[in-house]
């Protein structure tokens, strides 16, 4: 009859070493992304304005719901402070490949800039970065 009880006592042991290894791995911040896509197109050429926006997940920007900002509200008297995070250069770099690749699936999904294109401005602000460029066109004048 014992044999039962260690056998459930390291099933239990064995989960609960499974479900904390899967909280470390998981502790890492996660960046969430949205994008916002603008088709700019008159009579004489088409373009574009793309930007992307980050933001951390409230669960890391407001902590779990002991040390949260909202469950530290009334009675208790500590400071706050929202979190704040940095990108580091490989961080960005990243952000930025995972915008063009986003971009050119606009691009494509919206039928436009079949010849290539030209980002013109790049702009990079503290939780986004912003594109504004131009359809290549094919030059019809022949060249003599």
Not at 1 to 18: E, G
Not at 75 to 94: A, G, M
Not at 118 to 133: C, D, H, P, T
């Amino acid at each position: 009859m014992k044999a039962p009880f260690y056998r459930i006592i390291s099933i239990f042991t064995f989960s609960t070493l499974v479900l904390l290894t899967g909280c470390v791995a998981n502790d890492e911040s996660q960046l969430h992304v949205r994008h916002v896509f603008d088709k700019r197109i008159t009579t004489q050429s088409s373009g574009f304005a793309f930007s992307m926006t980050w933001f951390l997940p409230p669960e890391e920007l407001f902590g779990n719901q002991k040390n949260s900002i909202f469950a530290n509200m009334g009675l208790k008297s500590t400071k706050h402070q929202i979190p704040r995070f940095s990108i580091d250069n490989e961080t960005r770099l990243k952000l930025e490949d995972i915008a063009i690749k986003r971009l050119e699936n606009e691009l494509e999904s919206n039928q436009m800039c079949p010849h290539g294109y030209k980002i013109e401005q790049i702009k990079w602000l503290e939780r986004s970065i912003e594109f504004v460029g131009t359809c290549q066109q094919i030059d019809s004048t022949p060249k003599t």
